[in-house]
């Protein structure tokens, strides 16, 4: 298969899982942990999507394109980091905070609620880093894994820089 056209079907099913997450409307079952809901609830149409970052301890040894894709200035535009939530020990905190990009600093990093690790895993999500994104309602806007090739951080990239409320479609 030529390669623009592997490209467009690889778009077109990243996409279509996008969609998919999108249209479950999940919404965290306990509701979304303070920090997020203060942030997403705070905002209108047309303001940044919230997002929120599941890791654990392991991740921050080098598996953070979720980190560096959230940092590019194209993507800061549309879609803002409200929480940084961690799986593990209370003990791990601090390690991951100093393992953590400067930047990250402004963003709450508190363990991940056992609701949301839950829901998580109904949607077949069982290993870190994710990236969940929230409009200010609340709604599930996208839910993935970290990239794990160049090809497909551009893919999330292009589909995070997508990203709308409803209001603004």
Do not use: K
């Not at 099913?13 to 609830?41: C, F, I, M």
């Not at 549309?78 to 390690?95: C, K, N």
């Amino acid at each position: 298969m030529p390669g623009p056209i592997r490209w467009t079907l690889l778009l077109g099913a990243v996409a279509s899982l996008g969609l998919l997450g999108a249209s479950l409307s999940l919404r965290w079952r306990s509701g979304l942990p303070e920090a997020l809901a203060s942030v997403a609830a705070a905002r209108g149409p047309g303001a940044r999507v919230q997002a929120a970052i599941v890791l654990q301890l392991a991740d921050c040894s080098g598996n953070l394109r979720l980190l560096h894709l959230l940092h590019l200035p194209s993507v800061e535009a549309r879609l803002s980091l409200a929480i940084i939530w961690y799986e593990g020990p209370v003990s791990d905190s601090t390690e991951i905070r100093a393992r953590l990009p400067a930047w990250t600093r402004a963003s709450p990093l508190r363990p991940v609620p056992p609701s949301v690790v839950r829901d998580l895993a109904r949607l077949g999500h069982r290993t870190t880093p994710l990236l969940l994104a929230a409009d200010h309602d609340g709604r599930i806007r996208l839910v993935s894994q970290s990239p794990g090739t160049a090809r497909e951080v551009a893919g999330l990239r292009r589909i995070v820089e997508g990203l709308t409320y409803r209001e603004d479609l």
